[in-house]
């Protein structure tokens, strides 16, 4: 059973510009999570889409948005890109017979110059 | 609000000894618990979780977990650590299983020393 797979894995882009990740899940899982990892601030929850509806959103301004399709492959967009958001995005999945652990992707790493 | 407290940024082992990875929560309700372990440039992996039941959960790789209502932890062990399993451990809280964010801790590395 494939495992939760995101592209890119890395990424350099500059300030100012914007940035699309993408997370296909499980398969059967409908729920996609969305964290960004720093060294600093450790995981912090974005977003988690369910059924291609934004369900739950965390403490991010709005440059970082996200989007859930009908096949639950999410996206998510960060646009006007700062220094700071130089991070590991981790997307992860859930749903289906598990009851409530994550499936984590590899992550797309991104660095903003 | 949730919270997770790791109180320890790094927990250093000899191989063949027995390993503590501590974790304290905050939460309103009740909490559904996980340990998660992430290796160099990869993503999170399930290791176990407490949902209900036995206080005592088993998961992978010999790791379990012991769920203490009163004292509000969650503290991974393992019998006998492997040089493999240094790694960086999180522990994490939810309140539902199905919805809603996960909240983790800071993560404790483990090292683990031939």
């Known amino acids: 059973k494939a495992g939760v797979t995101q592209t890119p894995r890395y990424l350099i882009k500059t300030r100012g510009q914007q940035v699309t990740l993408s997370c296909s899940p499980i398969s059967g899982h409908r729920s996609v999570s969305w964290y960004q990892q720093t060294p600093g601030q450790g995981l912090q929850f974005l977003f988690e889409?369910?059924?291609?509806?934004?369900?739950n959103k965390g403490n991010f301004p709005g440059r970082f948005s996200g989007r859930q399709f009908s096949n639950s492959r999410s996206e998510m967009n960060v646009s006007t890109l700062e220094l700071g958001d130089s991070a590991l995005y981790l997307c992860a999945s859930s749903g289906g017979i598990h009851t409530g652990e994550l499936f984590f992707g590899e992550g797309s790493r991104l660095t903003v110059l | 609000a949730q919270s997770v407290a790791q109180p320890e940024d790094q927990v250093n082992v000899a191989e063949g000894n027995p390993l503590t990875v501590k974790c304290t929560y905050s939460v309103s309700g009740n909490p559904y618990l996980f340990w998660y372990v992430q290796y160099p440039n990869r993503g999170l992996q399930f290791l176990l979780k407490y949902i209900t039941g036995d206080n005592l959960v088993k998961g992978s790789y010999g790791f379990e977990a012991e769920f203490n209502k009163s004292q509000t932890s969650f503290h991974l062990k393992k019998p006998s650590a492997l040089v493999s399993d240094s790694a960086l451990y999180f522990c994490?809280?939810?309140?539902?299983?199905?919805?809603?964010?996960?909240?983790f801790g800071d993560g404790t590395t483990l090292t683990v020393k031939p």
């Open positions: 994490a809280v939810r309140v539902n299983t199905n919805a809603g964010k996960s909240t």
């Open positions: 889409y369910f059924s291609e509806t934004q369900r």
